[in-house]
């Protein structure tokens, strides 16, 4: 993951000079000035690199992941700063759309590793945590390509809503991360647009604690998400 989103920055720089040195004379930013609002549609991944501790200090290491449809709608507004350069400020919410970035099951009375050797389902307890409703906000600067036409980079900050399942006693808090993506905009002389765009989102640190209501019991990892997303909307 951490390899994909240095991918994604040079990409992005290389385009944004390698387009700037490059952009027609008819390209302008003025075609993009003003308020914009969108919705979408995106396909999604979710992985999780982390670790279970159950309540006999037993670790597994693992990786977690899904994929996801989401959709959502979004509101900025674009900003002339040169020619043929504008920056774009907005943000976006998600509607629908879940991942479930960790699933397990414990030992009541004996720890994780016993489950497997005594068979008795009946002692264990199931938990899971599952992201879902993300927001961002961010900041898109953009170059004009040709008329009515750009790319852009975004750099942004995510955050989703956490919810836990399941015999556990703390609460998980909220994602909170970074975002980096690439993109482009085709809009029509009228203001109607279509945006596509792939980004790369490296979440915080998370710590579930309370695993069996064992204070000694937890999960911890690393989320990371994917999405590539279409968006049409209206640049009034």
Do not use: W
Request: glycine share 16%; hydrophobic share 40%; net charge negative.
């Amino acid at each position: 993951m951490k390899a994909l989103r240095t991918k994604i920055c040079t990409y992005a720089i290389a385009l944004l000079v390698g387009v700037g040195l490059s952009t027609p004379s008819n390209a302008g930013s003025s075609d993009f000035a003003g308020i914009f609002a969108a919705v979408s549609g995106s396909a999604g991944g979710a992985m999780i690199d982390g670790r279970h501790v159950n309540q006999s200090s037993e670790v597994n290491n693992g990786q977690l992941g899904a994929v996801f449809p989401m959709a959502g709608m979004e509101l900025g507004f674009n900003l002339p700063l040169g020619p043929v350069f504008f920056i774009g400020v907005g943000a976006s919410k998600t509607f629908g759309g879940s991942a479930e970035i960790a699933d397990g099951e414990e030992e009541l009375a004996l720890g994780g590793a016993n489950s497997a050797r005594n068979g008795d389902s009946a002692s264990r307890t199931h938990f899971s945590l599952t992201a879902k409703d993300l927001q961002e906000v961010y900041i898109m600067p953009s170059i004009s390509i040709y008329d009515n036409s750009a790319v852009y980079v975004k750099l942004g900050r995510g955050i989703a809503d956490l919810t836990a399942t399941g015999n556990i006693t703390g609460a998980p808090g909220n994602l909170t991360g970074d975002l980096i993506g690439i993109g482009t905009i085709a809009m029509t002389p009228g203001g109607l647009f279509i945006k596509t765009e792939g980004s790369v989102t490296r979440y915080n640190d998370i710590r579930l604690v309370g695993i069996n209501g064992s204070a000694g019991a937890y999960v911890e990892g690393t989320p990371n998400t994917v999405a590539g997303t279409v968006a049409i909307g209206f640049k009034f």
